[in-house]
């Protein structure tokens, strides 16, 4: 019996710093394991922290590209346009200038013909002052181009009536024959009378239509010079 108290004593002194000693592992290990389970969802939290930087890092990396981009666009379509208003100010300049060009040479083409031929042309329209007619207006033709066009108010019938004569056209020529019609509207009917005369050199010609009871009577005369 003294034995068998014996024994459980022994195996009593050995279980119990074993079982102590597992407590304490069970312990340690409860502790350990929560210091890693609070590091691990430590490091997942700044990891998702760090993910959602990223995200709107690239969101801005994206925005500010794309900002760029229609910066970029607006820019060069900019450009074209500036590009194209330039070449279309080059382009009226130029036309500007060779019209001017040409004017000069029309000019001194006219100038020209008046210093070696001295030819004028004239053409003149008077109505009748002891006819009561009113003229609406009155179209001049030469050569068949269009070289005149008049519209007359009350107040031009009447400087008409009192005497008055109205230069429809006025040109340095060259000699040559010349055929003039003119047109005129009278008290509402048109009437038209054409007459061919032939320009001399250092001459000026006149050619006048007077409006006389409704009709136009042409007569012609000439003056030598280029200047009367």
Known sequence: MASKRLMWAVLLA????????????????ELRRKELTESLQKTQSQLQ????????????????????????????????EQTALQQLDAMLLAAQNSLLEQ??????????????TGAVLVVLLRADSSQA??????????????????????????????????????????????SVKSTVRVNNLPVTQTID??????????????????????TTWTTRGATP
């Open 103 to 116: 004017r000069d040479r029309v000019s001194s083409l006219g100038e020209a013909v008046r210093r070696r």
């Open 133 to 178: 007619q009113t003229i609406a207006n009155a179209s001049l033709d030469v050569n068949g181009s269009m070289a005149a066009a008049r519209e007359y108010t009350a107040t031009a019938n009447n400087a008409l009536r009192m005497g008055a004569v109205d230069e429809l056209y006025r040109s340095d020529v060259i000699p040559a024959n010349y």
């Open 49 to 80: 922290e760090v993910r959602t930087q990223r995200l709107q890092l690239q969101s801005r990396i994206e925005n500010y590209l794309a900002r760029e981009m229609q910066q970029r666009a607006r820019t060069l379509a900019m450009s074209d």
């Open 14 to 29: 050995v279980l119990l710093p074993s079982a102590a000693r597992a407590q304490e592992d069970t312990k340690t290990y």
């Open 197 to 218: 005369i032939t320009a001399q050199p250092e001459t000026v010609t006149y050619v006048q239509f007077a409006v006389r009871n409704g009709q136009l009577v042409p």
